[in-house]
């Protein structure tokens, strides 16, 4: 079993910053890509940054030039989330894509629970 725990959430005014981290555990032999979604009250979860094991990394719009996904090891991933704007609030949840576990073949991806960010005017 994968489990997922992020960290790092909280209040900030318009224009600060946080840092978000997610790391998995479990007996993992490889995991391609982790990733950050949000998700507004009212509103479908949509991906906010992914970061492959190559390093590649995809932005939603919206945080370009403001946020940065970083992979620090193949079980954990932070993002950087500068000049944040009221509409950054939301549920930032974790997913881990493509994770294969020691002994299996069969690969799989995973959710976190969520860390909350408000971001106040």
């Known amino acids: 079993q994968v489990r997922l725990l992020e960290s790092g959430g909280g209040s900030v005014q318009a224009g600060g910053s946080l840092k978000l981290s997610c790391e998995a555990s479990g007996r993992i032999l490889t995991l391609n890509t982790m990733a950050w979604y949000r998700q507004a009250p009212g509103n479908e979860r949509e991906l906010v940054a992914s970061?492959?094991?190559?390093?590649?990394t995809t932005y939603a719009e919206s945080v370009k030039g403001r946020f940065t996904i970083s992979r620090v090891n193949k079980v954990l991933a932070n993002l950087e989330m500068n000049s944040l704007k009221p509409e950054d609030t939301g549920d930032y949840i974790c997913?881990?894509?493509?994770?294969?576990?020691?002994?299996?073949?069969?690969?799989?991806?995973?959710w976190g629970r969520g860390t909350q960010v408000i971001v106040s005017s």
């Open positions: 997913k881990a894509l493509e994770v294969r576990m020691m002994g299996r073949s069969s690969i799989h991806d995973y």
């Open positions: 970061i492959s094991s190559d390093g590649s």
